[in-house]
């Protein structure tokens, strides 16, 4: 009898053991959980990645189908060096995929979660997608140089790189985020573009986004509020006080220490339509 007493108790002090390790993995998975969601980032937020993403793709433009005659500068070297290790920084080695931009399009149909450094001339697939883009920012080209032309108010903005002794001092760039649907398996795919008006601007965007991995919601209700696959788009003065220039720079994680980025536009797309439409 006593025997049939302790084997019954071991019964029961097994089965409570056991629903205590359920409810311990329960609760650590809730508290995972909010863990998670409490260090999402202004970039998780923005650019729509995660940090459970399996993929993020990073792409570049050094020589797009119209700019044969263009040679690589600095400046764009270093933003994609900086964009490839904030990428590094954030995510797992192995979750971080390099394209070519001639890969980019041939798989664009594809590629989830892509993040697209400098501008429509270099970069044919920021070309590509900023043609798409519900928010009517341009780039165009004037007397040789890049020009940003903002056509969301009634009289278009235009913006230009300030130059001293033909180095870029002021210069103005888009982060623009968005997503698209592929006819082939009709799911979502979200994209970032980081690109300036000169080098210099495309160090600033990519600057930008590498800032916003390292701040919180809390600090920019615009990035919070944005819906699930709504496109946005942030417009940014970029100005070097460096002795030397933007040529100097380098490409760590608080450098240069002489850049200054302002935001002079945030636009959305349901904020557009009412604009646009008034």
Not at 97 to 114: C, I, K, Q, R, Y
Not at 176 to 195: H, I, L, M, P, Q
Not at 244 to 264: E, H, W
């Amino acid at each position: 009898m006593v025997a049939m007493d302790e084997f019954g108790s071991d019964i029961v002090i097994s089965i409570l053991s056991s629903a205590l390790w359920v409810l311990g993995g329960v609760l650590l998975v809730k508290l995972y959980s909010v863990y998670i969601t409490r260090r999402e980032t202004l970039f998780n937020r923005f650019a729509q990645m995660p940090h459970g993403v399996k993929l993020v793709n990073l792409t570049y433009g050094l020589i797009g189908t119209e700019a044969n005659a263009r040679t690589a500068e600095e400046g764009d070297v270093s933003a994609i060096c900086s964009a490839l290790s904030m990428l590094l920084d954030r995510f797992d080695t192995k979750k971080v995929s390099v394209l070519s931009p001639m890969v980019a399009l041939s798989e664009f149909g594809t590629v989830d979660n892509l993040i697209s450094v400098s501008g429509p001339v270099w970069n044919p697939i920021t070309h590509t997608l900023l043609d798409a883009s519900p928010i009517p920012v341009s780039f165009k080209e004037d007397g040789g140089d890049d020009v940003l032309i903002d056509h969301v108010h009634v009289s278009p903005k235009i913006y230009k790189t300030r130059r001293e002794s033909n180095i870029p001092r002021e210069c103005y760039a888009l982060v623009y985020r968005g997503s698209w649907e592929t006819s082939a398996d009709e799911k979502k795919r979200n994209f970032v573009v980081a690109a300036g008006i000169s080098s210099l601007g495309t160090y600033g965007a990519v600057t930008w986004l590498r800032k916003c991995s390292t701040q919180r919601l809390k600090n920019n209700p615009f990035i919070k509020g944005l819906k699930k696959d709504e496109h946005a788009m942030v417009i940014l003065r970029v100005r070097d006080n460096s002795p030397a220039g933007f040529q100097a720079y380098s490409a760590g994680p608080n450098n240069p220490g002489f850049l200054t980025i302002d935001t002079l536009a945030q636009y959305r797309t349901s904020d557009i339509k009412l604009k646009l439409g008034g």
